[in-house]
Structure formats: structure tokens, C-alpha cells
């Protein structure tokens, strides 16, 4: 793992005031860069080849002769054959040249290697570092471990197919399209054989994928992504902030659910399972007397964290969860870093996020609000890793 320590001698060499902001050219990059424009950052986008013209020409920004951003918000798209061109050391040393600090989102770390993240991407990077390699469920201590030490409510694991009795659902990644679930739900042994052999044949999973999938409890109810920030730099008080809440769009589920049943059960067989593929994202509120309980939540993370994986979480982090019909939370997904859904308050900011702040504050902008404050106060390093 990189050090602090490696991470100081880089930093000392940093025009602290000519910061730029990098991240990978996909999932949440438009956020960051609009919130990093906002508050005065040039932005650099890391770009794959085919799929960088949304940022190096539909959001390109456009300057005036002062400086001032009349369009777009990205400054610099560079563009590689692959994402994890950024692990190059070439292109590292261009990085660090540039005072590049790297704001990482799911892109980065699914098409980078976790352990070259973590020991040779010598990059200042704002969050926590040691805290990325938690979202892949083949690790020992996932998310499921953290959320256990933090005594935090998530849906009871079946260890079993043949335990199965009641609606459950079962994760596990699509064996075409890598980064994609193959996520199905059942609410029997049978069921589970029915649909996975289903799977199977149509390609949509493989076996060593269905041998290694969880299975939990499925939480009837809405889906809430809590956008969080937590500031090393604030007191303790004030170190929590509920910035927003979003839910997805998931294809093809969404489509069948806008079909009446007796169409879905004339379906052919290939079409009858839905994928649970996530297409784009919506903002949502939550009932003021769950709000406290969302914090409590926040708080529990934090602190489990800071026991758990020094220095703890800096930053975004993102809590997946459902509420049932008692009106209790349970925790399906933790994202260690700026959530998938936070494009949705690009520009017009986070509902709860902007009443705490008295202005428009989406995820990004608060990522560039602390960056700024950090590099004003000479306290780079409590934010960076």
C-alpha cells in the first residue's frame, strides 16, 4: 500500500494553489468536474478511446481570455487506448507534473487493478485509498465485513440454494458484460435451479460465477442511495453531511415492470428473467422521521471505519439501502468513494446538500469545496491518500 508517507514527498512538490482535478472519463466524471469547476479547479478527464467524445467535445468547456468558464466543465480530455492507461508511469509522471489530484469512482477502480491502485499508482488521490478494494465481493473483507463490525443492518446471507423459503435474491457478475450483474431473485430451491439453468444456457452467467454468488433475503421495499460526505477537517459534529438521495433505472427490470403480468407471462424464456443492469439515476427525499436514523447509520460507518482502515473514510461514501414497510433501513451495497447516482444533482446540487449549505452543492462541488479548503489550511494530507 502507499504510504502517507509517499504521498507527503509527492504533495511537497505541488503548487498548491494550481491544483488540477483527474478522474476516470466515465460513471460519475461529469459531477466532479462541474463541482470542480465551480469552485475553480481545471479539470482533466481520462479518457478511452471511442468513448471520450462526451468529454472532449459535448462537455468541453470554453474559457474566456480571463479565465472564466462560459461552457462545459472539462478542461482537458486525455485519451488512451484503455482506462488503466492512467497506471502507466509515463502518464503518472505527466499527472504529477500537472498537480494532478485523482478523484476515484467505481470506472477507475473496475477497470484498474485493486493492487496496482493500491501500490503503484503514485498519484495524490482524494478519499481513502485502503478502503476501494471493500466493493469486490471475492474479498474477505468486503462490505458485508465492515458493515458487520459496524453493527450496521443488511440482508441475511442463505448459504444454501436449498434453505431457500422465501423470496430471495441472488448476486453475482453477468458473464458477458463484466461489469454488469447477473442478479436474479427466487423464492424457492426450485425456482433458483428453474432460473439459473435459464442463465446459463442463455450465457447471462457461468457457473464459477453462480457457485461463488450470495444469496440474501430480498428487502421488500424502495431503494434510497444516501449520499454522504465526511469531512477530516470539520469538527466532529459537523464532520457528517447527508448531501442527497438517489434511486436507479435498472434495464431491463424497469420495462418489465411497466407490463401488465399476464403480457410479462407470455414472454419467451430469454425474455422473462429481467437484468438488473442500472441505466441512469433519479432524486429522491426521504420522510423527515427516517432522516435521523440515515445519520445514525452515517455516523456507525464512520466509526467502524476509523477503527478499521486508518485514517477512515474521507470524503464521499455512499450507502445502498432499502426500507421495508416497519420503516427499517437494511444496507444491500456500500460504495467507499463518490456514489454512481450524484450526476443526477450535477449543476442544480443535492437536495439536502443545498439546504445545508444555502447553495446549490452537488457531491462534486463538495469534493472541490474540501480539496480548496484542505490546500488553503496546509492540510493536504488529511485529505489525500
Known amino acids: 500500500m502507499i504510504t502517507r508517507d509517499d504521498i507527503a514527498g509527492i504533495v511537497e512538490n505541488y503548487d498548491r494553489m494550481k491544483l488540477r482535478v483527474g478522474m476516470t472519463a466515465s460513471h460519475s466524471a461529469l459531477d466532479i468536474c462541474d463541482g470542480a469547476i465551480e469552485e475553480g479547479f481545471p479539470t482533466v478527464a481520462y479518457c478511452k478511446e471511442g468513448r471520450e467524445k462526451t468529454y472532449a467535445k459535448y462537455f468541453r468547456s470554453e474559457r474566456s481570455s480571463s479565465g472564466r468558464v462560459r461552457r462545459g466543465m472539462v478542461d482537458k480530455a486525455i485519451v488512451m487506448p484503455s482506462f488503466d492507461g492512467v497506471l502507466d508511469p509515463a502518464m503518472q509522471q505527466r499527472m504529477r507534473d500537472r498537480n494532478v489530484v485523482y478523484i476515484p469512482n467505481r470506472s477507475f477502480t473496475s477497470y484498474c ?23 469486490e465481493r471475492t474479498e474477505d473483507q468486503d462490505y458485508y465485513w465492515i458493515l458487520d463490525k459496524a453493527g450496521l443492518p443488511y440482508p441475511e446471507a442463505i448459504n444454501d440454494p436449498q434453505d431457500i423459503d422465501c423470496l430471495v435474491i441472488v448476486k453475482l457478475h453477468h458473464a458477458q458484460k463484466k461489469l454488469e450483474r447477473g442478479f436474479f431473485t427466487c423464492a424457492s430451491y426450485e425456482e433458483y435451479v428453474e432460473k439459473s439453468q435459464t442463465l446459463l444456457k442463455e450465457g447471462i452467467i457461468d457457473q464459477e460465477s453462480l457457485d461463488g454468488a450470495r444469496i440474501e433475503r430480498y428487502v421488500i421495499g424502495p431503494v434510497f442511495n444516501l449520499n454522504f460526505f465526511h469531512s477530516p477537517l470539520a469538527d466532529r459534529d459537523e464532520s457528517l453531511e447527508l448531501l442527497g438521495v438517489d434511486w436507479r433505472f435498472e434495464s431491463s427490470l424497469d420495462g418489465h415492470v411497466r407490463l401488465p403480468a399476464p403480457q410479462q407471462m407470455t414472454m419467451p424464456a430469454h425474455q422473462q428473467i429481467p437484468e438488473m443492469t442500472v441505466v441512469g439515476h433519479n432524486t429522491a427525499t426521504i420522510r423527515e422521521s427516517l432522516l435521523e436514523t440515515a445519520f445514525e447509520l452515517g455516523e456507525k460507518f464512520i466509526d467502524a471505519a476509523q477503527e478499521h482502515y486508518d485514517p477512515g473514510v474521507i470524503g464521499p461514501f455512499c450507502l445502498q439501502t432499502c426500507i421495508d414497510k416497519d420503516m427499517n433501513y437494511a444496507i444491500y451495497d456500500v460504495a467507499p468513494r463518490l456514489g454512481g447516482g450524484t450526476n443526477v444533482h450535477v449543476n442544480v446540487g443535492h437536495p439536502y446538500g443545498n439546504a445545508l449549505w444555502r447553495k446549490p452543492m452537488s457531491s462534486g462541488r463538495r469534493i472541490a469545496m474540501e480539496l480548496r479548503r484542505a490546500a488553503e489550511q496546509d492540510r493536504l494530507l488529511e485529505v489525500l491518500t
Open 113 to 135: 487493478d485493486i493492487d496496482a491502485i493500491e501500490n503503484d499508482f503514485h498519484v495524490p488521490m482524494f478519499g481513502s485509498r485502503n478502503m476501494l478494494r471493500m466493493e
